[in-house]
């Protein structure tokens, strides 16, 4: 691959119709199309990589743009030079005075940085024909270090700890590897818990999940104290009924102690979704009591760490922990919110951070601070992302998966050439393919048939007013 060069790339606005079955409803996004911010990088060989940030509808035109302006810098640079220091590469797309002043590292800027540097991570893991996390993982303690983003958090971890941290774990990592191999990677699922559910598809959804062995799921609260209540101690009946569980899926609650688990091993987690000020969060919370939450997610604005704080404070006597990330939009709200021991869980996204380089910076603070990390996922490509960061998180940095568990939601991962999938134990089954890098490459027909606005789909929806059920069913149904 000597001398090959980045010559163009892509920009795709790609909108799946998820709203009108009610999938990604919570108390504060009442309306929800799945879309990815979609970018294919070429190169002057056979080498290409692709890329994403997810939104949910409106806005999508917006990181498309932003995600042109970032990706103009690149034509013309030297792939292997970028594949040799992937920590310069990533100061060189953060570090633009002009896009920093738009919001250093955060806002749109950020998660079109993520697009791109997605795309180069993709590009540079099918070029060593290793999946993502396989790549990472088969880096030295001194090759990962190289690769993080390390401006403004030596107050939190410096380089030094980051490879005594490594180096600890570097005896065990083919161990470990081979163990998730084998085992997979534990999931939860939030696809019972959306607010626009009735309840009888909660339920059917709840029960479809034990079959399958899942043992977390999770559910959106924070319209209506009375109905959270009443909808949670539904979802908590039904996990904690020995009869809806199968007995090979039953797991001893003394395993994931901490977890509020039930006597069948099954927990429950609320999500807030932001809608609350932090004196609200805390009076909510403690109504919610009675379900057992493992921990309530963003309970208020997720730049607030001091507010995160208070409200762990004030709900640990409850035995409610907090979690939040997912709308964290770089290291430095992170090493934050980790200082002030305001999370229980830390939830890390693949979007929405500037990419790769900076989540591994993250996985290294919650390491060193005894923090399990969690990672938000669903939506579209997100399941696909983040399998691999868990990983990377298990094998090569924290080495544990007893108190992790990674978010699943079944949707649209039928448009992917390498889809994730999960195993009978409920467990996420780990990408094995040499060819699929970061495993977030669409079928073509899938591109094209919910491209934004003159896609077939979205054709035929303008020219019927709202969509036909049965259009909206192409959304769940592989299209390639």
């Not at 390491?367 to 960061?389: M, R, W």
């Not at 990983?391 to 939601?409: K, Q």
Request: net charge negative; glycine share 8%; with cysteine.
């Amino acid at each position: 691959m000597s001398g090959m060069k980045i010559t163009s790339f892509s920009v795709h606005d790609i909108r799946f119709p998820t709203n009108v079955t009610g999938d990604g409803t919570d108390a504060m996004n009442k309306e929800c199309d799945y879309s990815a911010a979609y970018i294919v990088i070429k190169t002057s060989g056979e080498l290409q990589g692709q890329g994403m940030t997810f939104t949910i509808g409106r806005g999508n035109e917006i990181c498309c743009f932003a995600i042109e302006q970032v990706a103009k810098r690149i034509v013309g640079m030297d792939v292997e030079t970028i594949f040799g220091d992937m920590g310069a590469f990533f100061e060189f797309l953060t570090m633009d005075p002009q896009h920093r002043w738009l919001g250093p590292e955060k806002g749109v800027i950020a998660l079109a940085t993520a697009a791109v540097s997605n795309a180069i991570w993709d590009m540079m893991a099918k070029s060593r024909k290793k999946p993502l996390w396989k790549l990472i993982c088969d880096f030295t303690p001194e090759e990962f270090v190289k690769c993080c983003a390390w401006k403004y958090i030596s107050d939190a971890i410096t380089k030094e700890e980051a490879l005594e941290l490594l180096r600890a774990k570097e005896s065990g990592k083919k161990a470990r590897e081979e163990e998730v191999i084998k085992r997979g990677y534990p999931a939860y699922t939030t696809s019972a818990g959306w607010l626009g559910y009735s309840d009888e598809k909660v339920k059917r959804l709840v029960l479809e999940g034990l079959a399958e062995g899942f043992n977390h799921f999770k559910l959106k609260v924070g319209a209506d104290p009375e109905d959270d209540l009443r909808r949670g101690l539904l979802i908590r009946s039904l996990i904690d009924d020995p009869a809806n569980r199968p007995k090979d899926k039953v797991i001893d609650p003394k395993t994931i102690a901490g977890k509020n688990a039930s006597a069948t091993g099954c927990v429950l987690m609320v999500d807030a979704n932001q809608v609350w000020d932090v004196p609200q969060a805390i009076e909510y919370m403690k109504k919610l009591e009675p379900i057992k939450p493992w921990f309530i997610e963003e309970p208020t604005a997720p730049d607030d760490c001091v507010g995160h704080a208070a409200i762990r404070k004030a709900l640990k006597p409850y035995g409610i922990g907090v979690a939040t990330g997912e709308h964290s939009h770089n290291r430095m709200n992170f090493k934050q919110l980790l200082q002030l021991d305001a999370i229980d869980v830390c939830q890390i996204d693949s979007c929405r951070t500037s990419g790769v380089n900076e989540i591994l910076t993250i996985l290294l603070m919650a390491a060193k601070f005894g923090v399990p990390v969690c990672p938000h996922s669903g939506g579209v490509g997100l399941c696909e992302y983040t399998i691999h960061l868990s990983l990377i998180d298990y094998i090569a940095v924290s080495g544990d998966m007893d108190r992790n568990v990674l978010e699943f939601v079944d949707h649209l991962h039928e448009n992917f050439l390498y889809p994730c999938s999960i195993n009978a134990d409920g467990r996420y089954n780990v990408p094995l393919n040499p060819n699929e890098g970061y495993s977030i490459e669409m079928y073509p027909k899938s591109m094209e048939e919910f491209a934004f606005p003159n896609g077939a789909y979205w054709v035929k929806a303008a020219r019927g007013g709202a969509a036909t059920e049965a259009q909206h069913r192409l959304a769940g149904q592989a299209v390639h």
